[in-house]
């Protein structure tokens, strides 16, 4: 797939095939402590705890969705609101107990 001509259905697809990676990884209960090695450009390794690629990859997230946002901005729409807590309210696995 050339990545510079990538169609909606195509993203639609690459975000559904990460989900399925990123469920797979989640359903073995990783150990966070987990020491992963990867290869680096350079050759060398890259260490990291499973624990801190795991925050990394969310963290990775994030600012793209801040990038996209400033974006939507600059072109005078309304970007939605992508917060975690807005998501849960949506799928229903949290709620608001109002006091009043």
């Known amino acids: 797939m050339d990545e510079g001509s990538l ?3 195509d993203l639609q697809q690459i975000a559904d095939e990460d989900a399925t990676a990123w469920e ?3 359903s073995q209960a990783p150990d966070p402590d987990a020491d992963i090695a990867t290869s680096s450009i350079d ?4 260490h990291a705890a499973t624990g801190i690629r795991l925050a990394q990859a969310f ?3 994030t600012e793209h969705r801040s990038q996209v946002c400033t974006v939507l901005t600059t072109l005078g729409v309304e970007p ?3 917060s975690v807590w807005r998501y849960g309210s949506e799928v229903e696995r ?5 006091l009043v």
């Open 59 to 61: 963290h990775h997230g």
């Open 43 to 46: 050759g060398g390794q890259r």
């Open 94 to 98: 949290m709620r608001w107990d109002r």
């Open 24 to 26: 797979a990884v989640i």
């Open 7 to 9: 169609s909606l259905a």
């Open 80 to 82: 939605p609101d992508l």
